[in-house]
């Protein structure tokens, strides 16, 4: 696993904090933003949808529309599990340990 040093410097410029972030953590932070944002337009879409065609007149939406929420639930979970999985993984380094 590749790991990468970034140094951001505060207000004082002699004080430099050293954050590290794996491969991994990049990856599941992105996967995450990613799913949350098609589940977004999932849900968008299956709103549209149903202001479009809004089922029948029992109140019942059509199976497309459930179809789309049901997606759009799913991967928001998805994306809520890429955060937890990132905000799991240490990304400091003990005192004394090498990188």
Same mark, same amino acid.
């Given at each position: 696993? *590749?790991?990468?040093?970034?140094?951001?410097?505060? *207000?004082? %410029?002699?004080?430099?904090?050293?954050?590290?972030?794996?491969?991994?953590?990049? !990856?599941?932070?992105?996967?995450?933003?990613? !799913?949350?944002?098609?589940?977004?337009?999932?849900?968008? !879409?299956?709103?549209? !949808? #149903?202001? +479009? +065609?809004?089922?029948?007149?029992?109140?019942? %939406?059509?199976?497309?529309?459930?179809? &789309?929420?049901?997606?759009?639930?799913? &991967?928001?979970?998805? +994306?809520? &599990?890429?955060? #937890? *999985?990132?905000?799991?993984?240490?990304?400091?380094?003990? %005192?004394?340990?090498?990188?």
């Amino acid at each position: 696993m *590749l790991i990468r040093v970034v140094k951001e410097t505060t *207000l004082d %410029p002699s004080c430099q904090v050293g954050v590290i972030m794996s491969d991994f953590r990049i !990856l599941t932070v992105t996967t995450g933003g990613t !799913l949350r944002d098609i589940a977004k337009q999932a849900a968008a !879409l299956a709103t549209g !949808l #149903q202001n +479009a +065609a809004p089922g029948d007149k029992a109140g019942t %939406p059509n199976n497309s529309v459930a179809y &789309l929420f049901a997606v759009s639930e799913s &991967l928001a979970k998805s +994306a809520d &599990l890429c955060e #937890q *999985l990132a905000a799991t993984e240490t990304n400091v380094p003990k %005192p004394g340990q090498s990188i």
